[in-house]
C-alpha cells in the first residue's frame, strides 16, 4: 500500500494491473478483499465488493478491451475514511446507455439473452456505480463505491 | 487462472419415491463452464429425469457468465417439463441468485437433506 503522512492522508491507494485474459478478474478481487478486510469491512460486505470487482474488471476485459492481452485493466483502490473507492480502466469507448435491468422471466422464455447481468449485480451490490467514458475515446474506467457505515434504509 | 469445473451426477431417491439426478459440481463456474454444466446436464436421458439436483457445496467462486450458463440450464429444464432445486451456495451467492430472480424458477435449499426432503 502507498500511503502519505497521516497529516495529509486522505486515501491510502492500492493499483493493480491486469491482462486482458479472462480469470485475472480473481487478482484484483482478492486484492480488494484484502484492502475491505484491512479497512474494516463486515465479510458480507466483502463478499459484495468481491463479486462487484470481479464483474467490473470481466466487463473492462470483454467489451472495453475486447480481449486483447496486449491491453491491461487497471485496478485504483482508495481507502479513505468512509470507505473503499475501486476504479476498473480500460481502453475502450465507454458506454453510452445503462442496459436494462435484467428480467428472469423474460430470459427463460427465450426473450431476452441468458447473459448480462453483470452491471445489474454491480450496482445491486455496491453503494455508488458510475460509468465514466474516457475523453479521448479510451481509458474509460467504472467507478465503485463502498462506505463503511452505509445509511439505514 | 480458473479453476476448472468438475461434474458429476448422483441418481438419488427422494422420500417420497422419485428419482433424482444430483448434478454436483466443484471448482469455479465461469464462462469456461459450459461443457460442466450445459454438457452435463444434456447427457441426462429427458424421458425419465424430471428432478434435477444442483450441488453448489464445492463451488467457490460464480460469476455473471456462470450464472447465464445456470440461466440456460434452466430454460431448457422449463421446456423439458423438469423441476430444477439447487443447494450448497454460501450466504452470498445465495443473494446473487435471489436477487437476479433465479429462486422463481430453481428452489433453493441449504442442504442436500433439506432439498430431498422438499421434493
Known amino acids: ?153 | 487462472m480458473q479453476s476448472e469445473t468438475k461434474s458429476r451426477v448422483d441418481q438419488i431417491t427422494s422420500p417420497a419415491g422419485h428419482p433424482v439426478s444430483v448434478l454436483r459440481f466443484e471448482g469455479d463456474i465461469a464462462s469456461t463452464s459450459k461443457e460442466a454444466v450445459l454438457g452435463t446436464y444434456q447427457a441426462l436421458p429427458k424421458q425419465t429425469t424430471k428432478l434435477i439436483l444442483l450441488d453448489f457445496s464445492k463451488v467457490d467462486y460464480i460469476n455473471s457468465s456462470g450464472i447465464a450458463l445456470v440461466i440456460q440450464l434452466l430454460i431448457e429444464a422449463a421446456n423439458s417439463g423438469q423441476k430444477v432445486f439447487a443447494y450448497g451456495l454460501s450466504p452470498h451467492f445465495t443473494k446473487v441468485f435471489t436477487m437476479v430472480g433465479i429462486t422463481k424458477y430453481a428452489g433453493l435449499f441449504p442442504s442436500q437433506q433439506e432439498a430431498v426432503a422438499a421434493l
Not at chain 1, 492500492?14 to 486482458?20: F, I
Not at chain 1, 476504479?87 to 422471466?105: A, R, S
Not at chain 1, 474509460?140 to 457505515?149: A, F, Q
Request: a negative charge; charged letters at 25%; glycine letters at 10%.
Open chain 1, 1 to 153: 500500500m502507498s500511503g502519505a503522512s497521516p497529516a495529509k492522508a486522505k486515501a491510502t491507494t492500492v493499483e493493480v494491473r491486469l491482462p486482458s485474459r479472462l480469470g485475472y478478474e480473481k487478482v484484483a478481487m482478492s486484492t480488494a478483499a484484502a484492502v475491505a478486510k484491512l479497512m474494516g469491512f463486515r465479510e458480507d460486505r466483502v463478499e459484495d465488493l468481491k463479486t462487484a470487482v470481479a464483474e467490473a474488471c470481466i466487463n473492462a476485459m470483454e467489451h472495453g478491451n475486447r480481449l486483447n492481452e496486449g491491453l491491461s485493466v487497471g485496478v485504483v483502490l482508495s481507502a479513505g475514511p468512509e470507505g473503499l473507492e475501486v476504479k476498473v480502466i480500460d481502453d475502450g469507448k465507454g458506454l453510452k446507455t445503462l442496459p436494462p435491468k435484467p428480467d428472469i422471466d423474460r430470459k427463460i422464455h427465450g426473450e431476452e439473452d441468458p447473459r448480462g447481468m453483470g452491471m445489474f449485480l454491480i450496482q445491486a451490490l455496491v453503494d455508488e456505480a458510475e460509468w465514466v467514458a474516457g475523453a479521448n475515446g479510451k481509458a474509460s474506467y467504472v467507478r465503485l463505491v463502498i462506505r463503511l457505515d452505509p445509511p439505514s434504509q
